[in-house]
């Protein structure tokens, strides 16, 4: 490329010291720095922070790693928004502050896909780690992004302008903004390029895992707004879609006018077996339940 456009990485922060995550965060700018990409911008949006992140970043600032801002804000999708709005990258991406990219060629090559293709965003592979320490690898399913959230949020890589054109984050969801967000640019039918390798490394958050009644409600409510126009959603047909990824095929049929004609007979054979893995996985919950119930004193009596 003659050119090198800027890429953006946005990072949201809080309390980094306090949550004992100045090693993680070291990592990550660490990396950053070695990546073989000459025009990479990193800004963190703080939230605030009343430790010692504020002299950690301004350690980093002075050393000419990183730009950051820091003032309340009312959670991670208003940081990610204020971030987009102050990034001078034709591209951007998103990293919490325990992530990193462990490939330093990646930006390197993502912005040269971006580029040649004329496309609006990546999706790639990465490696996700649960709560409990155990290694997820997540291999992107995007003829299941209408049923959930088909890649790690981290290994995207989005066009700037797209990001504005559309609205940026919901602020509204607090969990799953970037779920809604990728069914909308799935929707408008923008450009979506695969990377074909595992480049970053990302944390699961444990909020979701200890709040999954807000998970539930959120996904409830992107159902609704992206697909009320498409057909109408009744709670019963909502709860099937929630619970069993259970999509009516005439929603299913105008959704796979989304992606190329050749394609549609794989996007509903995807749909169709998420449909029976989540059902299959229901009925092992419920089968577990009831020999856990069969076999306490109360169920004996």
Do not use: W
Not at 229 to 257: A, C
Request: hydrophobic letters at 35%.
């Amino acid at each position: 490329m003659a050119d090198f456009p800027t890429i953006t990485v946005i990072t949201p922060t809080h309390n980094i010291v306090n949550s004992e995550l100045t090693d993680e965060f070291n990592l990550l700018v660490t990396l950053l720095n070695m990546q073989t990409y000459p025009q990479v911008e990193h800004i963190v949006i703080d939230k605030a922070s009343n430790d010692g992140t504020i002299q950690l970043l301004s350690d980093y600032k002075s050393k000419g790693y990183l730009q950051f801002y820091t003032e309340p804000d009312s959670g991670k999708f208003e940081a990610l928004n204020k971030g987009i709005m102050r990034a001078k990258g034709k591209y951007v991406t998103f990293l919490s502050c325990d992530d990193f990219i462990h490939d330093i060629t990646a930006l390197d090559e993502i912005v040269g896909l971006l580029e040649t293709n004329e496309a609006d965003y990546t999706f790639a592979p990465s490696y996700s780690i649960h709560p409990e320490g155990f290694v997820i690898p997540f291999i992107p399913s995007m003829y299941n992004a209408f049923q959930g959230m088909p890649c790690s949020r981290q290994a995207m890589v989005f066009k700037k302008s797209v990001l504005s054109a559309e609205g940026y984050f919901d602020e509204k969801f607090k969990y799953m903004a970037d779920f809604d967000l990728i069914i909308r640019l799935m929707l408008k039918d923008y450009a979506g390029i695969y990377y074909d390798k595992n480049y970053v490394t990302c944390r699961m958050s444990s909020n979701p895992f200890n709040d999954p009644d807000r998970v539930n409600n959120e996904c409830r409510q992107i159902f609704i707004k992206n697909f009320r126009n498409l057909y109408p959603l009744t709670n019963e047909i909502v709860d099937k879609m929630l619970t069993y990824s259970e999509f009516p095929p005439q929603l299913l049929d105008k959704l796979s006018e989304h992606f190329a004609p050749e394609n549609k007979a794989d996007f509903l054979a995807a749909c169709s077996e998420m449909n029976r893995l989540r059902i299959e996985a229901m009925n092992s919950t419920e089968n577990q339940t009831g020999e856990e119930d069969s076999a306490s004193p109360s169920a004996n009596q």
